[in-house]
Nanobody
Framework: VSLVESGGGLVQPGGSLTLSCKASGFFFNDYFMSWFRQAPGKGMEWVSTIDSDGTTAYYADSVLGRFTIERDNAGNTLSLQLNTLRPEDSAVYFC??????????????????????WGQGAEVAVST
């Protein structure tokens, strides 16, 4: 399994970025996929999850209405559009593949232990 994030960078408050995660080594179309983030000195925080066919998305309250998760199953790519960025969005963002094809409960998608594979991370810095 390989997950490779790209698209991070420095952006001013109110700005936008798009993160991408290129997946390989497994049948991408079968799995829910998620984004997490980790701010300096803090633990991993769940950001968003999308189901296997891209029809249903779930978001943390802190990003709802500002971030959009999408997937391109033909291209084995997961993306996260980050809009109206705030300084508190600064973190390393990771895409994650769960160990199972889906989750027993919605709450489970927020738990890092449910994931078997992670990308290397893409750093997002929101600052003037």
């Amino acid at each position: 399994v390989s997950l490779v994030e790209s698209g991070g960078g420095l952006v001013q408050p109110g700005g936008s970025l798009t993160l991408s995660c290129k997946a390989s080594g497994f049948f991408f179309n079968d799995y829910f996929m998620s984004w997490f983030r980790q701010a300096p000195g803090k633990g991993m925080e769940w950001v968003s999850t999308i189901d296997s066919d891209g029809t249903t998305a779930y978001y943390a309250d802190s990003v709802l209405g500002r971030f959009t998760i999408e997937r391109d199953n033909a291209g084995n790519t997961l993306s996260l559009q980050l809009n109206t960025l705030r300084p508190e969005d600064s973190a390393v963002y990771f895409c994650g593949k769960p160990g199972a094809l889906s989750f027993s409960a919605v709450a489970d998608m927020r738990r890092g232990v449910e994931y078997s594979d992670w990308g290397q991370g893409a750093e997002v810095a929101v600052s003037t």
